[in-house]
């Protein structure tokens, strides 16, 4: 590629060779010129097909690149893709993702008109491979912030829809290899952690509700017990990213709380399903084991 791309779209990948296929199918077909972004697909130790559906897609008119990250773990492949990114700002989406026809577009749009914004994200809806279950939650897997274009003071961006300039990395550095997905080990935090950082040097972090894209609940997600499993490694998260040493004594006192209102949660007056009811009230026990337990961990102080 001649010119300097705007945008170097990162897809990091493991093992999951038909969702990536899928994922790169959207990024080929956007409606801008291909002269005006790049692909780079970071494949982390893959141990299926990957890289034959990596090489089909290098054949289009896109410019798609492909690295290898030895090193297993999500950060440490999201940190190979902003240091090798081309690109003037690098997008990340996650592998199971689908971007809409127009997300790039909208992403040039807003840098256009924006220039000095050097952070910024936008929504993702969910979508499934099978029935989603009646009784499942009704906005997981959805991440949305409003219908207005605004500055983030407390919420925060999904990895699966984030965009930076690259001189953010090189002012801050990238994601904490501590946190993060590990092969098929949970953890979760690596995103905040970073933005948490960003925001106390001062850089406004935007949600642009026209960046957006359609992510996957994959099938067992749609486990009861699995989202249980979920809520208590966010709570183990939650915990790492907290330095106070009372944070154990805080995880205690939510526990205590979440179980005196478990009973509440299953027999309120809401219409919701038995079963999600009794998820709503299970999740904040298991979040807060999850904090407790992570209280003894290494703990990550944000500089």
């Not at 993702?97 to 997300?103: G, H, M």
């Not at 407390?154 to 965009?163: A, P, R, T, V």
């Amino acid at each position: 590629m001649k010119k300097t791309p705007i945008v170097t779209v990162v897809v990091c990948t493991y093992s999951r060779k038909d969702l990536l296929y899928k994922c790169l199918e959207s990024l080929v077909s956007q409606t801008v010129s291909k002269n005006l972004y790049e692909v780079l697909v970071i494949d982390n130790n893959s141990k299926d097909n990957t890289q034959e559906v990596v090489k089909r897609f290098i054949k289009t008119r896109v410019h798609i690149r492909n690295i290898k990250a030895d090193i297993q773990g999500l950060s440490h492949a999201r940190n190979i893709g902003w240091k090798h990114a081309r690109g003037v700002y690098v997008a990340y989406i996650d592998d199971d993702a689908i971007a809409e026809p127009d997300w790039i577009e909208q992403i040039i749009q807003f840098i256009n008109t924006n220039p000095k914004i050097y952070v910024f994200g936008g929504p993702y809806k969910r979508f499934s491979n099978k029935p989603i279950p009646e009784w499942f939650p009704k906005n997981w897997g959805n991440l949305n912030l409003g219908h207005e274009t605004k500055i983030l003071k407390n919420e925060w961006l999904s990895g699966s829809n984030i965009i930076f300039n690259k001189l953010i990395f090189n002012k801050y550095g990238g994601f904490n290899t501590d946190l993060g997905m590990k092969g098929d080990k949970i953890l979760y935090g690596e995103e905040t952690e970073l933005l948490l950082k960003l925001k106390k040097g001062g850089e406004p972090i935007y949600y642009v509700p026209a960046i957006s894209v359609k992510h996957l609940v994959a099938d067992y997600k749609l486990n009861f017990w699995w989202l249980l499993k979920s809520d208590y490694f966010r709570g183990f998260s939650y915990s790492l990213l907290n330095a106070n040493k009372l944070d154990l004594f805080r995880g205690l006192y939510y526990l205590i709380i979440s179980s005196f209102m478990f009973p509440l949660c299953l027999f309120s007056s809401k219409k919701d399903p038995f079963k999600r009811k009794l998820y709503y009230g299970l999740s904040k026990i298991f979040f807060s084991l999850g904090r407790i337990t992570g209280s003894f961990g290494h703990k990550i102080t944000i500089h």
